[in-house]
C-alpha cells in the first residue's frame, strides 16, 4: 500500500471511529423510541458525510503541513518518500487526501440513507 494512503485513511478513519462513537452514544441514549434513534442516527451521519466533502473541497487550498496526515507521514517516513522533492510529496499528499476524503464521504452518505431506510421501516412497523 501506498504510504500516502496509508496515513491518509489512518487519519481520516480515526477521525471517522470518534464521530461514530458520538453518533452511537445519541442512538445509544433515544434507544427508547428505535426511528427516533435512527432517523437521530441517519442526520447526524448525513452531517459528518456533508463534513467530509467539504472537508475535500477545501484540501487543494491549505496549508498540508498542518494535518495529521503531514504529521504521520513524517513520523513513519523522515524523508517522505526518498528521492522526491518535498513539494510534489505535499502536492500527491493534497491528492491523495481529497481523493480519500470523497471516497469515505460516499461510504458514509451510504450508510446515512440506509439508517433513513430503517428509520421508514421502524415507523411502519410501529
Same mark, same amino acid.
Given at each position: 500500500?501506498?504510504?500516502?494512503e496509508f496515513v $491518509?485513511?489512518?487519519?481520516? %478513519?480515526r477521525a471517522l ?8 452514544m445519541v442512538m ?10 435512527? %432517523?437521530?442516527?441517519?442526520? &447526524?451521519?448525513?452531517? /459528518?458525510? /456533508?463534513?467530509?466533502? +467539504?472537508?475535500?473541497? *477545501? $484540501?487543494?487550498? %491549505? ?9 504521520? &507521514? ?11 522533492? *518535498?513539494?510534489? /510529496? ?5 491528492? $491523495?487526501? %481529497?481523493? *480519500? ?5 460516499? *461510504?458514509?452518505?451510504?450508510?446515512? +440513507?440506509?439508517?433513513?431506510? &430503517? $428509520?421508514? &421501516? ?5
Amino acid at each position: 500500500m501506498d504510504p500516502l494512503e496509508f496515513v $491518509t485513511d489512518r487519519s481520516i %478513519r480515526r477521525a471517522l471511529g470518534f464521530a461514530g462513537l458520538g453518533i452511537g452514544m445519541v442512538m445509544l441514549a433515544l434507544s427508547f423510541d428505535l426511528p427516533l434513534a435512527l %432517523r437521530s442516527g441517519a442526520d &447526524l451521519v448525513a452531517i /459528518v458525510a /456533508v463534513a467530509l466533502l +467539504v472537508i475535500a473541497w *477545501r $484540501t487543494p487550498h %491549505r496549508d498540508i503541513r498542518r494535518s495529521e496526515s503531514w504529521m504521520m &507521514l513524517n513520523d513513519l517516513l523522515p524523508e517522505a518518500i526518498p528521492g522526491v522533492p *518535498r513539494a510534489e /510529496v505535499q502536492r500527491r499528499l493534497k491528492e $491523495t487526501l %481529497r481523493r *480519500r476524503l470523497l471516497w469515505h464521504a460516499e *461510504r458514509v452518505g451510504m450508510l446515512a +440513507v440506509a439508517l433513513w431506510s &430503517l $428509520t421508514l &421501516l421502524a415507523a411502519l412497523l410501529r
